[in-house]
Every structure is written in C-alpha cells, then in structure tokens.
C-alpha cells in the first residue's frame, strides 16, 4: 500500500544555483553581519563567508577548472571547507566531499573515479593527489589568497544540473558517487529542515558527524544555512565530551547526533544534561535507533529525540518523527511530500504490520550513481528509489525499522531481524552494545551471531544472553556464537562496518 504525505513550504519555480539559495541569498535579506559558522575559535559571518568562498571560486578558476568538472573536497570541518564548498558550487562545479582521514590512497583513488579536476586537501595530502599528466590539481588551503579582481559570476545552474556527489559509506562494498542536483537540496531542505526540524533564523546546530556524511551535511550546513541560522563546525574527533562543549559554548539549539553518541551521551557522566539545557531538539539517524537507548536519552537527558531513516539516494530524511510526537522504537511517518511503499520480493505492496522493502521517492531523489550502471539499474526503478531498507507499518501509520534487506537471516526456514534480536539483548543490563549478523555453521547453513560490548564477559553471560532471546523471541532467533569485542567496529561515518564484525564471527 502506497502512502504520501502532502508537501509543506515546497520551494516552486527553482531555477537557481545552490550557492545563491543558501549563501547569497542571505546577504541580499540583509543578514550579512550574523554570524553563519562558528569554528576555529570564532564566528564568521553571512558576509565573510562568501567573501572568502568568492576566494576559492577565483582559485579553482585559476587552475583552469570550469563548470561541469568535478572537485573533490578533503578538508577538515572548518571555515575553509565551508568556502571551498560554496565557492565551487559559485563557479558551477560539481563538489564531492571525503574525510581528510582516508587511507593512505584513498583520496586519489576517489578522484581518479569521480574524474577529479582538483582536489583540495591538507598540505599533508598534496602530494598524494598530485602527479605528472595525471591532469589533476593538488590545492591546499595556503594557496588560496584573497581574491580582489577576478572573481567569476554565480553559475547559472538548472534545476536538474549535478551539484554535489555524495559517497557512499561503503561498509560492505567500494564506495559509490552519488549525484545530486541543485534542486535536491533546496527540495530537502525545505521539506526537513523547515517541515521537520522547524529551523529557523535564531537556531544554532551542532552535529556529531562530520561534513563529508550527507546527513551532517544537509542538517548542519545546507539546512540551517538556508533560512539565516549558524552551524558549530569543529575538526576534533566528536565525543560526547566534545559535544557537550559546543553546545554549551554557543548555545546551540539543535544537535544532530547518531545511535552511537546517543549511547556515548547517555554513558552515565551527569554533567552532559546540564550542558545540552539550550536545545530545543535532538536528532538520531545514520543506523537504526534501538527503543531502549531512546528510552534511557529520555530519562537521563530530557531533550526532544526525533529519529528518522535517511539515505543517500534521497539526499537525506524521508521518514521522520514530528517534534512532540516521536516515539522510542517508531521512524514515525514519511517526511512531507514523499511517498512511501512496502513490497515484497516481487514489488506487490504487503499489508500493514508485515515486513517490506522500502520503495521511496520524492524531491531529493537522486540522478542516479556514477559509473556504476548495474547497481543503479538496481536501486533506482521508474521514479522510486529501492536503497534496501526493510519497514513495517503500524495500524497508525508509523513506521518502525526492521533491518537491511542484505541483513535479513533466513534461519529454519523463517526470517530474522537482527535489530530485534539486538533489541532484545540490550535489555541485558551488562550489554553496552551490541551486532547481530549472520554467520554459515559447518552445515554452511545460516545463523545468528552476535558480537557484544558488555560489562564482564564470560561463559555464563553468553548463556543468560541465549536465554534471554528464547525468551522474547521465536526459538530459532537465539544466536548460536557470541563474540565479545570492546567496541563495535565502525565506518568514518560512524555506521557499523558490517565487512569488519563479519571476519569478527
């Protein structure tokens, strides 16, 4: 069964270049002198920040970049990958955003797919990205001088024109680029940010994951960006800690956080409440939010949490909780102006309270991936993008979050959700955290495997947690091995690296 939610504040008639919809257009309303980043230990604002991504437009343009040709950004969140973003986008380029914290490798790697005219990265990672008649430009933050002449006009950009790729996380695969118009992101900044998070000139955001994640991306830069509000940006490792500092420090309004901070957050420190007093509302996405860690925020912190699942074939959220009615264990309903299937293996809708593979589409969607015409064909069907998520639908409309469908354990014969079993076996009180996934017994049959982060590991820990699973769930779910780490293993963007708890088991 098919299901829509009408479109809210929708912006109309795009015909506009991304740079002029979220920098620009604030000078002409007159925010100039508000402040749009905080970093680097000070404020820079509305008008400082274009002036200095009129720098960057001017750099790439001197290198002989042109509009169309892609550059891949590889700076650590700052002013300076903010400038470079905006003045790429200025000049017409098509921007992708790495970590400066890669692999040796890895950034040229990514520019040689993405077909890189230049990549901007740390003096450190010049040399790695540059080479003779490669055609690719090495350009680090000191070579970019204030520009007083020179500097090219705004791009005159289509809606549908290519924007920014985003990368995959790649946890069980190479990454791949996915392509987003100008207009996705106006689209999606409308319909979350506004529709959703509510965001508006007074707001301050800080996030836990960096830039180069589309989810950060979108709601701690593009986003608040667009209506007049200022974004906490800062190139440490993000720890609860950390986190608490910068919120504090700026009084921030809105968070955007992940399963794995809200757990670091929550760990027990009673100074973390006090910090976050300024916020008006959290937000989780990334992986799935187990209810017992919603639960455990709502008592220890008391801030608003509003879970939602996102991608990154639709730029970003497209089933979300409402402020005031999110619920732990709930995704809540489709983000206004999307619409939201469930279907079987055979793309037929299954009825409410039934398992199915989400099928979306909406403003955001993606123009598809680059170079990777297989697994395109794959996830974008006539309209609707099929990124593998499996959903159930309550009678009220909510949606609740099942697993990947390359997650799902046929075990006996029967499906298994790992994220309920995992679901179940957080309510142990040693079990920090927790994976389930799938591993072949000497059979080569299929069965659950769980690799656990817990307070005292031991033989008997591992029978109380078989029990605990006989107990709530089918018998066929229990996990037959059990393997105890001292931390999940996690992707750059903080998402579980499902190719490194598979060699764990």
Avoid at 182 to 204: N, S
Avoid at 312 to 326: F, L, P
Avoid at 353 to 369: F, T
Avoid at 375 to 398: I, N, Q, S
Wanted: aromatic share 4%; proline share 7%; net charge neutral.
């Amino acid at each position: 069964m098919e299901h829509r939610r009408p479109a809210e504040g929708v912006v109309q008639g795009l015909t506009l270049n991304l740079y002029t919809h979220v920098l620009e257009n604030r000078l002409r309303e007159g925010r100039g002198g508000s402040p749009a980043v905080h970093a680097d230990g000070e404020s820079r604002t509305y008008r400082a920040l274009d002036a200095r991504a009129c720098c960057w437009a001017a750099r790439l343009q001197a290198e002989g970049v042109v509009p169309g040709q892609r550059v891949l950004l590889a700076l650590p969140d700052g002013v300076e990958l903010v400038a470079a973003f905006f003045g790429a986008l200025r000049l017409g380029v098509v921007t992708a955003l790495a970590s400066p914290l890669v692999p040796e490798g890895q950034l040229r790697r990514l520019a040689d797919y993405i077909n890189a005219s230049a990549a901007v990265v740390p003096a450190s990672r010049a040399v790695e990205c540059s080479g003779a008649g490669t055609g690719l430009h090495p350009i680090t933050v000191d070579s970019v001088l204030a520009a007083t002449s020179g500097i090219p006009p705004v791009h005159t950009a289509a809606p549908g024109d290519d924007a920014v790729w985003q990368f995959t996380s790649g946890s069980s695969g190479e990454p791949k680029a996915v392509r987003h118009s100008h207009e996705a992101f106006i689209r999606a900044a409308a319909a979350y940010g506004q529709g959703i998070l509510h965001l508006g000139p007074d707001d301050v955001t800080v996030a836990a994951p960096k830039l180069h994640f589309g989810y950060a991306m979108g709601a701690n830069l593009l986003f608040p960006l667009s209506v007049g509000a200022s974004v906490v940006l800062f190139e440490e490792r993000a720890t609860a800690a950390v986190l608490a500092s910068r919120v504090r420090r700026h009084a921030a309004t809105v968070l955007v956080t992940t399963p794995a901070m809200v757990r670091q957050m929550t760990g027990g420190d009673p100074g973390i409440k006090n910090a976050l007093a300024t916020l008006r509302v959290a937000t989780s996405a990334g992986e799935a939010l187990p209810s017992t860690l919603h639960q455990r925020w709502r008592e220890r912190i008391g801030v608003e949490l509003v879970d939602g699942l996102g991608m990154t074939e639709m730029c970003h959220i497209v089933v979300s909780n409402q402020i005031g009615e999110a619920e732990p264990g709930s995704l809540g309903q489709p983000v206004p102006g999307y619409d939201v299937r469930l279907c079987d293996a055979d793309g037929q809708d299954v009825p409410d309270g039934e398992p199915g593979e989400l099928w979306v589409r909406g403003p955001s969607r993606a123009l598809g991936y680059w170079q990777r015409p297989e697994d395109e064909a794959r996830v974008f069907r006539g309209g609707w993008c099929v990124p593998g998520d499996m959903l159930r639908r309550h009678e009220d409309g909510r949606y609740e979050f099942c697993g990947r469908t390359d997650d799902m354990l046929k075990v006996n014969g029967q499906w298994v959700a790992p994220r309920a079993v995992e679901e179940c076996l957080l309510q142990h009180p040693q079990v920090r955290d927790v994976a389930v996934i799938g591993v072949k017994d000497d059979d080569g049959l299929v069965r659950p495997h769980a690799v656990v982060v817990a307070d005292r590991p031991s033989g008997e820990l591992t029978r109380e947690l078989r029990a605990l699973v006989r107990g709530h769930l089918a018998p066929h779910a229990h996990p037959r091995g059990v393997t105890y780490v001292d931390a999940l293993p996690r992707t750059p963007q903080g998402k579980r690296d499902r190719a490194a708890l598979a060699r764990l088991a």
